[in-house]
């Protein structure tokens, strides 16, 4: 099409490459969601790719797990212009403390925990790789639960994602 001077045509085909790579590429993530905690249930992963003319775009995999009234969503989001926003969350620990997070590790990752012991809810958030953003997301549930999940991800195979 490009040779041709078909040039909406030649456009129209590179996105559609494009969007073919960024579906492969969150088929890849999929099988990385963690399993259940012991006494959880997990619903099928989902995986989408975004297009970069829609918020940058990026691709993302997601399992939501549940207990009784509690429930946790582990999603992964790669390739999208928020893992910059991210970033500064790690750089300057004062913006994690502002939102209430603290700075912690697990399995050997920097995360910021967290948590409203009132609410029971709370949120573990990972960066990966520098170009993946983990979270860790509950409601009615114990800190404990949200932190035992977010150590069942192999980050090592997350942060092979090319």
Known sequence: HYQQ??????SDSLEYSAQLIR??????LQPLLPEPLDGW???EP??????ASMFGGGVTAERRY??????ILVKFVADSPIVQSFLMLFTNPTFAAASGGKLERINNQKAIVEYDEAQKEGKVTVIVGNNIVVTVEGSAVKKDDIVELTKKIDFEKLSSFQ
């Open 41 to 43: 249930t997990g619903e």
């Open 23 to 28: 579906q492969k590429r969150a088929e890849f």
């Open 66 to 71: 549940t207990s009784e009234e509690s429930s």
């Open 5 to 10: 001077n078909r040039y909406k045509e030649a």
């Open 46 to 51: 989902k995986s989408e790719a975004i297009a």
